[in-house]
Every structure is written in C-alpha cells, then in structure tokens.
C-alpha cells in the first residue's frame, strides 16, 4: 500500500473519530445515584448496565469472571457488584465503603452514575453522590421492603435537591414475580414519600443479578406494562434549567499576571453572561460590565453555567475569592444568619453553640449554630425535639456565620445554596447544609456605632484590657489561684472582675445543666460576657472547667488579638479526686452523678497555653507570682513597642 493510500486512511480514521465524539458531545447527559439499604444490589444492578450496554471490555470480563470465583456470592454466576465494589474491604466484607462513579452511555444519552454506600455509617458518602445528581434510584430488596436506611437516603436525596426516583424493586426473583409485593412496596413508598416533594417516582420490579426489566423487558412480569430502567433513563426530563437561572458566578481566583490583566476565574454557577453585560459584587453591590470573557480556547462572546472562565471588566472594583458577580436584576441574599437543613456526617455530636468552619462554594468563614430547632425522625418525617444531632441525623438548624456570606436558597440554586461545616480541630467534614432562608433579624440588626470605644475606656483604666480564660479539672484549684490572683491585681490599681464557674450557674446560666451541649453553651455565654467586660476595658478573669477545646477555641477567636489568655491550672485526675473539696468526685465515680468531668465526660487539655501552672507540689501563692511575672513581661513588652522599640 502507497503511503498515500495509508495517509488517506489515516485522516479518514481521525475523521470517524472527530464525527463520534462530535456525535458524543450533543447527547444530554444524566447523573444519578443507586441509595438505599445494606444488600439491595445497588452495585450489582451498575455492573448489569455496564455490562448490558456494552461498556466492559473482553479483558475486563474475563478477570470479572476470576474474581467471581473468588470474591463472589452468586454461585457460579458473574458477580457484577464486583465491578465497582473496587477496594479489597469492599470484596472481603461484600458491602460498598466508598463511592463509585461510573461512566456509560447509550445511543440516546450518556450517563454518569455514583454507586453509593447502604451501611449507616457510610451515610455521608451517600450525600456526596446525592449532591451533584439529578435523579436517584432508590432500591428495595423485595423481600425486605421499605427499610429504616431506605427512608433515611429518600430523605437525604429529597435534602438535597434529587426531585426524580425511581423505586427498583429488585430480588423480584426471589418473591416469585409476586405482583402484590410489588404493589405493597410501592404503596409503602409512597404513604412515607409524599411529603418529600418528588416530581416523579416511577417504580420498576427488577432482578438486578438476572438482568429483568433492567434494559429489557421480562417475560416473567406480564403484568408490568411500565418502562425497563435504561428506557426511563434514557427518557426522562430532569430539570436542565439551571442556564435559565440567574448569573452567578462564584470567583475562586484573581489572575493578575500584569500590570494590564486583571481577571476574575471560576466556573459559572447558572445563567449565563455575554460581553457588555452589567454585573454587580455581591457582597458590596458595586457594578461594572464585563469587557471580555476569556476562555482557554481564547475569547467568547457569551459563556453558560459549567463553563470555567475568567472576565475582565471595564472598572476596577474590588472583588475577591469567596465573593461572587451576580446579575443585578436578581441579586442573591448577603447575611451572617440563616436556617438550613443539616445532615450530620460526625461520630461527635453536632452541639448548638459550638463553632465550626462553613464552606460553600467558594468562600469560608467561622459559623455556629445558634439553635437546633428540631430534628426530622427518617421514619415518619416528624419533627422531634432536640439539643443535638446524632451521627447521620437530619436537623433543621439556625446559623450565624462570623462574616456575611452570599448565597440563594437551596431550592432556588443547589450550588449556591449548600455548604459544608468542617471540624475546627480535625479538619474533617462533620456535616452538609442546604440553606432553606436568611433569618429576618439578620436584616434588622446592626453594629451600633459607638463614640467611646475599647481604647478609650482602657486608656482611662490606664491599662490594657485581657481575659484571663483559667481551665482545669475540678479541684485542680482554679478558683483558688483566680481569686488570689484577683486580689494581687487590685492592690495594685488594676480593674477587674472574675466570672466563676458556680457563681454565673446561679444567674445568667441557671437554666444549663451538664450534658455536652449544655456545656457548649455555657462556655459561649460566658465568652460573650468576657467580651463586652474586655470591650469595658476590663481585666477579665474567667474561671471554668471549659473541658473542649473548640468552646476555648470559640471564645478565643472573640477576642481581640493577643487579649485572650488561656491559663491551663494543671493538677493531675489523682491529685483532684483526692482533694475533692465538694464530694462530686466519690458521687461520680459510684455513678451517683453523670457526665463528670474527667470521669464519665472527657477534658481536653490545652495544647499551647499562654500560662501552664504545674500545681503539684506548689502553693497557690507561687502560681500567683507566675501569673504576675508573665503580665509584667507583657506590659514591659507592649511599652517597648509602643514608643518604638519593637518591630
């Protein structure tokens, strides 16, 4: 063969290639997610429509077949489950861990579908898949029927924005094809669902493992006359609106390579933009046009929701990661407080009051949740009363974030509608959000400006204001060293006050009893109070147990830089028990008492104290004379640097 002919048949083979993926590009394409309860054949039912629709390769169905034989639980069948149950825990244990994404497609449109965990404790991985999808099926084991898990996914995929279902009844085999388990199922489903705000539910009878009604129909169900799955699937109009949304456009970096550059990048949330268009800052509602939309295939004259872009705009307005460029005739809402659904992802319990750091789309700032309104039983959708959320629980919460963020109602925009809260201390992701409005007194309430101020007042106490934040055990002698401490200050002319743990339980916190979100909120009140007694320009001397860190944490980041000062009395759990100045020990270790302290209830020690007081061995006057040396320093310190000696 001529090496023209061989060219030719080259560019006609790049030719056939270009025209398929061309092809590949127009069809619309589908995410979903397989839910539902411990063995309901979620994988195996992803392994059957790989499989059905071509999508394995020889090679890989030949070691599906080896692993079969040794992984397996269908005899001498092919195991399809195996096919995206891919860690060696998931095979040994049999169950989905992780999620697994696959991609397929059909001659009528192209899929991407997230197979996600049954087990409880792997709920938070089911959210993941549940978060980008746009239709979930939700499997139930026909001999099982609607199951605990079953209800808990249906309403984590109803949270977060799924509105289409479809209710795979699968193991029909195994009932005999029985048409009236069927319809019971469904009927089950749907007396719990109706609240859930579905658009469609369309229920299939299936044999995941033997492939009926999967992409083609069975002979053993006569009396179903509905669609097989892939023909539902291929069919079905999810809400593909999201380019008729309102322009958002998240920034998530300012590229600046030039003095002559400066754009803005991201990827566009909804809408859609064109050069000249006006947009506005979210946050500061300062507007500008954009002047061009740059892509990496060079220059666009108009860009939609998914495309990632960078605009440059005619004006030099300000404009930062974590803000966003908005449409101004529909704007979103800019507020520190809000209600939103929360799913709680953490073995440690969601506990109002304590802070955590709240992620969306882009931005991130410190948030806590001021109150628990109730919680959603995932049996019966009742709402029941509650002081915290338990590991894959569902709450409908307040939250006040340190900084206002921009944002829309999860109902109006899934993407700039949700968030994430994360573990101040762990950096792990404890919970996901679904923002159902701002409070209304986030609106109405503002700083009031004030023309005294924190400098003022210290100046004329001629000191500098500081809270003291004493933590240990009980009996460790905080108290003790506090008051002493106290005493010393005021000889010498310092303004102060102390807040003690049992004297503020008598008053402002009369109505906390001891439980962990008790606790939470104890801390926070007082931490409250600490401030504006620091905003006096007060030497605060507070004295709690304080046992978590992340409420120490909290009521650090109050205050203002270097005024906080964590004092750790250290006195081992012997010594304190021994000492036991009011009996509770002996009462809690004979389990006359819960949630004591160092007993039944955990302490955290600090980690990096300012001040860390080794009490054995040593008398209450010695830690007073520490205390003493380490604010003199301080003081000798600021005086240095405020008449020039320092930086």
Not at 14 to 20: K, L
Not at 538 to 562: D, H, K, T
Request: glycine residues 8%; proline residues 3%.
């Amino acid at each position: 063969m001529s090496m023209r002919h061989i060219m030719a048949k080259s560019l006609a083979s790049t030719d056939g290639i270009r025209d398929y993926l061309a092809v590949q590009e127009r069809k619309s394409l589908l995410r979903f997610l397989t839910c539902g309860s411990v063995d309901d054949g979620k994988s195996t039912l992803i392994g059957r429509l790989l499989s059905d629709t071509k999508q394995i390769f020889e090679d890989q169905l030949a070691a599906l077949e080896r692993d079969s034989r040794k992984h397996g639980t269908t005899g001498d069948d092919v195991d399809f489950a195996l096919l995206v149950d891919g860690l060696e825990a998931e095979r040994e244990q049999g169950i989905t861990i992780d999620v697994a994404y696959r991609f397929f497609a059909t001659p009528k449109r192209k899929f991407i579908v997230a197979d996600t965990p049954g087990h409880e404790q792997y709920t938070r991985n089911m959210a993941t898949g549940a978060s980008t999808a746009d239709l979930a099926i939700v499997l139930i084991d026909a001999r099982q029927g609607v199951l605990r898990q079953t209800r808990r996914h249906s309403i984590i995929a109803s949270l977060l924005g799924i509105r289409h279902i479809v209710l795979a009844v699968n193991k029909i085999d195994l009932v005999g094809f029985d048409k009236a388990v069927f319809e019971r199922i469904i009927e089950d489903f749907r007396q719990f669902s109706h609240k859930l705000g579905f658009q469609t539910i369309v229920p299939i009878p299936m044999s995941a493992r033997y492939g009926d009604n999967v992409t083609s129909r069975s002979d053993k169900t006569k009396w179903y006359s509905g669609p097989t799955l892939i023909e539902h699937l291929e069919t079905v109009s999810v809400d593909e609106a999201v380019v008729e949304l309102p322009f958002r456009f998240p920034v998530q970096y300012v590229n600046r390579p030039n003095l002559d550059f400066r754009g803005f990048a991201g990827t566009i949330a909804s809408g859609s933009v064109s050069t000249g268009d006006e947009v506005v800052v979210a946050k500061s509602g300062k507007s500008a046009h954009v002047r061009r939309i740059v892509s990496h295939g060079g220059d666009l004259s108009q860009a939609v929701a998914g495309q990632a872009i960078t605009l440059v705009l005619d004006d030099e307005v300000e404009v930062s990661r974590g803000n966003m460029l908005v449409s101004p005739a529909a704007r979103p809402q800019v507020a520190d407080q809000f209600a939103a659904n929360i799913v709680w992802f953490d073995e440690h319990a969601l506990l109002p009051g304590r802070s955590y750091i709240l992620r969306t789309e882009t931005d991130q700032t410190s948030a806590t949740v001021t109150d628990l309104k109730y919680r959603v039983n995932v049996n019966d959708f009742a709402h029941e009363a509650a002081k915290s959320l338990e590991m894959n629980e569902v709450g409908i919460c307040n939250i006040s974030t340190r900084a206002p963020i921009a944002f829309d109602t999860f109902a109006e925009n899934r993407t700039t509608g949700a968030f994430i809260l994360i573990d101040r201390i762990t950096n792990a992701t404890v919970g996901a959000g679904m923002i159902l409005h701002s409070l209304r007194r986030a609106e109405n309430i503002h700083w009031q400006s004030l023309d005294v101020g924190k400098h003022g007042r210290a100046d004329l106490k001629n000191q500098r204001p500081a809270v003291f934040w004493f933590t240990g055990l009980s009996g460790s002698g905080k108290s003790t060293i506090a008051n002493l401490f106290e005493k010393k200050l005021f000889a010498t002319g310092r303004h102060t006050y102390i807040l003690d743990g049992d004297n503020v339980r008598h008053g402002l916190n009369r109505d906390l009893g001891f439980t962990d979100a008790d606790r939470v909120e104890n801390i926070r009140r007082v931490a409250e109070v600490a401030r504006l007694m620091a905003d006096a320009g007060l030497i605060v001397i507070v004295s709690f147990i304080s046992p978590f860190s992340a409420e120490r944490r909290m009521a650090r980041e109050m205050m203002a830089n270097g005024e906080f000062v964590e004092v750790f009395v250290d006195t081992p759990f012997e010594e304190c028990a021994r000492r036991d100045p009011k009996g509770l020990y002996a009462r809690a270790l004979n389990g006359e008492i819960k949630n004591f302290t160092g007993v039944d209830s955990p302490y955290e020690a600090p980690e990096n104290p300012e001040i860390h007081l080794k009490t054995l061995g040593k008398s209450a006057e010695e830690m007073v004379e520490a205390l003493e040396l380490w604010l003199n320093e301080r003081d000798i310190a600021e005086n240095q640097y405020d008449s020039g000696g320092g930086i």
